[in-house]
């Protein structure tokens, strides 16, 4: 059974950085696309960056030029880097690996 769970989350001031981990339980990510989406209190969820299986990567525009999404196949997890951060960037961030696995999220607070 695939788990994916995220970490990284926390509080930061705006135009700080965080970098989110997400860790597989198996060996997907070397293999699979997956991306990363965000979560908004009140608002709908919406994507965020995706790498594909040869490491081909899309942003965003909302985030295109500050957060950059990678992975290390040797530790079997997926990363976001996240700069210059602004207060709307504050929501639940999710990993997703197509079609329909989730992790648990991990908040990130941007503060103003």
């Known amino acids: 059974q695939v788990q994916l769970v995220e970490s990284g989350g926390g509080l930061v001031q705006a135009g700080g950085s965080l970098r989110l981990s997400c860790a597989a339980s198996?060996?997907?990510?070397?293999?699979?696309?997956m991306n990363w989406y965000r979560q908004a209190p009140g608002k709908q969820r919406v994507w965020v960056a995706f790498?594909?299986?040869?490491?081909?990567?899309n942003y965003a525009d909302s985030v295109k030029g500050r957060f950059t999404i990678s992975r290390d196949t040797a530790k079997n997890t997926l990363y976001l880097q996240m700069n210059s951060l602004k207060p709307e960037d504050t929501a639940t961030y999710y990993c997703?690996?197509?079609?329909?696995?989730w992790g648990q999220g991990t908040q990130v607070t941007v503060s103003s």
């Open positions: 198996v060996r997907i990510v070397s293999f699979n696309s």
């Open positions: 790498i594909s299986s040869v490491g081909t990567t």
């Open positions: 997703h690996l197509p079609p329909a696995y």
